[in-house]
């Protein structure tokens, strides 16, 4: 598992926005363990970047004290350097969520189209809890989800979910 695990970090550090040998490595390492499996070592590299990045800015950071627009600004703004209206648009803003809808170039769901793979699968497994993750850094009540149903390629946008969620 420690070989799959060096290999799949080693294509994730190198991805630079062309995941296909990223993912050629998860389809070859589903053989031995099951994708399932693999996913979950896609997921605790992915989880590690993102840590590491946010711990590494979060006391730089501007925060406005709204969890949501900060956690939205941090996230998809900083962090994968998405904008509105080229990207996505925003469906919802309330106090309690955000909702947007993305249509920008994803190395993941290219890959995913080339080799085969499911996106709600992929997107679930590998990417779902490390943006949560990173989200709660900046603030503990932020929960992050997807809408499974509108994803690329199933729908022509990813709609994505940012939520308050008190205490």
């Keep these: 598992m420690e070989n799959i695990y060096q290999r799949i970090k080693k294509q994730y550090e190198n991805s630079r926005g062309d995941s296909t040998t990223l993912f050629q490595t998860v389809v070859a390492a589903a053989e031995e363990i099951g994708i399932e499996a693999v996913l979950g070592v896609l997921e605790q590299c992915v989880t590690e970047k993102r840590l590491a990045w946010i711990d590494n800015q979060l006391a730089s950071l501007p925060l406005r004290g709204y969890p949501l627009q900060d956690g939205f600004n941090i996230f998809f703004e900083r962090y994968l350097g998405l904008s509105m209206p080229r990207?996505?648009?925003l469906?919802?803003?309330s106090a309690e969520?955000?909702?947007?809808r993305w249509w920008?170039?994803?190395?993941?769901l290219d890959?995913?189209?080339k080799l085969g793979l499911d996106t709600r699968q992929v997107c679930r497994c590998a990417y779902q809890k490390p943006?949560?993750?990173l989200l709660k850094r900046i603030d503990p009540?932020?929960?992050?989800?997807r809408n499974y149903?509108?994803?690329?390629?199933?729908a022509p946008y990813c709609e994505e979910i940012i939520r308050l969620e008190d205490y």
């Design 91 to 93: 469906v919802e803003a």
């Design 104 to 108: 920008n170039q994803c190395p993941t």
């Design 111 to 113: 890959a995913c189209s």
């Design 141 to 145: 009540r932020l929960r992050f989800d």
């Design 87 to 89: 990207d996505g648009e």
């Design 97 to 100: 969520r955000v909702v947007v």
């Design 131 to 133: 943006v949560e993750k």
């Design 149 to 154: 149903e509108a994803i690329r390629p199933y």
